[in-house]
């Protein structure tokens, strides 16, 4: 079992900036990939950024050059620095682990309880 715990959220003007990390439990953190999905107001869970257990990492065109994902495989930490932020990027932003890199939520074993992303106009 593998447990997740989100922290960084909050409320910020649009063009700030705010850090989210992911602590997450359980020995096998450096073999799985980690991921941050988002879910805006009234719309579905959508993929944001994903780490790979290698060196990989991959982007959702709205947030790419704006969002970087990292991960310390030593403190079983995946982190989000999101810069530049808009009013769309509202939502509660929920760190993800699993297996293997998958696009969809559905492909994801292991979730945090979410973390409210706030940007203000």
């Known amino acids: 079992q593998v447990q997740l715990v989100e922290s960084g959220g909050g409320l910020v003007q649009a063009g700030g900036s705010l850090r989210l990390s992911c602590a997450a439990s359980?020995?096998?953190?450096?073999?799985?990939?980690m991921g941050w999905f988002r879910q805006p107001p009234g719309k579905e869970r959508e993929f944001v950024a994903i780490?790979?257990?290698?060196?990989?990492?991959y982007y959702a065109d709205s947030v790419k050059g704006r969002f970087t994902i990292s991960r310390d495989n030593a403190k079983n930490t995946v982190t989000l620095q999101m810069n530049s932020l808009k009013t769309e990027d509202t939502a509660v932003y929920y760190c993800?682990?699993?297996?293997?890199?998958?696009?969809?939520?559905?492909?994801?074993?292991?979730w945090g309880q979410g973390t409210q992303v706030t940007v203000s106009s």
């Open positions: 993800a682990g699993g297996p293997r890199v998958g696009f969809s939520p559905g492909s994801w074993d292991y």
């Open positions: 359980g020995r096998a953190f450096s073999t799985y990939a």
């Open positions: 780490r790979s257990s290698g060196y990989n990492a």
